[in-house]
């Protein structure tokens, strides 16, 4: 089955500085990629995604590439805020119905 | 739209215990998705149904663990006799096809003491 994994486990980053989340993935049939941050104590909710027929998408500050033959995607925010401090999750999904998430992403943002 | 709805929110039980954990997914979503949440283990997917069918049960860890989903609007987690091993935050997750996010529920946390 589909492997995703996602690095750095844990990142800190000073407020207005950018930081970027990193996964790949084994199963080249995977064709969807969604991000996902987490708050304390609340489920995960989607933030930005991309398909594999498009290499780049933007949503203000956050943006999402994808290197189909490398087998990696990442994302990117920039300008940080207080507010963006969550545990981000990536997933890669094969078969369109179930997702494979990667081991998330502590982000601290510094003020 | 309320989202996607879990009940209880928290939940405290004995070792022994049958445990019952609730979802109402979003009206017009098709797709659930039952998920287990801990430190060691991250984001586990136990069972998911389409059009309430169980498609893939494969992540259920043991017998002890059933789902059910009588109808597009209603599913639940049972189990039966719970461990203290079982502590975790369970999601419910639905979505309106393939390929599109999933909408998560704001989870249910367990613990078997």
């Known amino acids: 089955g589909e492997n995703v994994e996602q690095h750095p486990s844990t990142l800190s980053v000073q407020e207005g500085d950018s930081a970027v989340i990193k996964c790949t993935y084994s199963?080249?049939?995977?064709?969807?990629f969604p991000w996902y941050k987490q708050e304390l104590g609340k489920g995960p909710q989607l933030i930005i995604d991309?398909?594999?027929?498009?290499g780049e998408k933007k949503d203000q500050r956050i943006a999402v590439t994808l290197n189909k033959t490398a087998k990696h995607f990442s994302l990117h925010i920039t300008e940080t805020q207080p507010e963006d401090s969550a545990v981000y999750f990536c997933a890669a999904s094969v078969s369109g119905n179930q997702f494979y998430f990667g081991t998330g992403t502590s982000l601290t943002v510094i003020p | 739209d309320a989202g996607v709805i879990q009940s209880p929110r928290h939940e405290v039980t004995e070792m022994g215990q049958e445990v019952t954990l609730r979802c109402k997914p979003i009206s017009g979503h098709n797709s659930l998705f039952w998920y287990r949440q801990t430190m060691m283990r991250g984001l586990e997917l136990l069972i998911y149904f389409n059009n309430n069918v169980p498609i893939d049960d494969s992540g259920m860890p043991e017998d002890r663990f059933s789902a059910k989903m009588p109808n597009a609007s209603f599913s639940t987690l049972k189990i039966q006799p719970s461990e203290p091993r079982d502590s975790a935050v369970y999601f419910c997750?639905?979505?309106?096809?393939?390929?599109?996010?999933?909408?998560f529920g704001s989870g249910t946390r367990l613990t078997v003491v």
């Open positions: 199963d080249s049939a995977s064709n969807y």
């Open positions: 997750a639905s979505t309106r096809s393939a390929n599109y996010g999933y909408t």
């Open positions: 991309i398909r594999s027929n498009v």
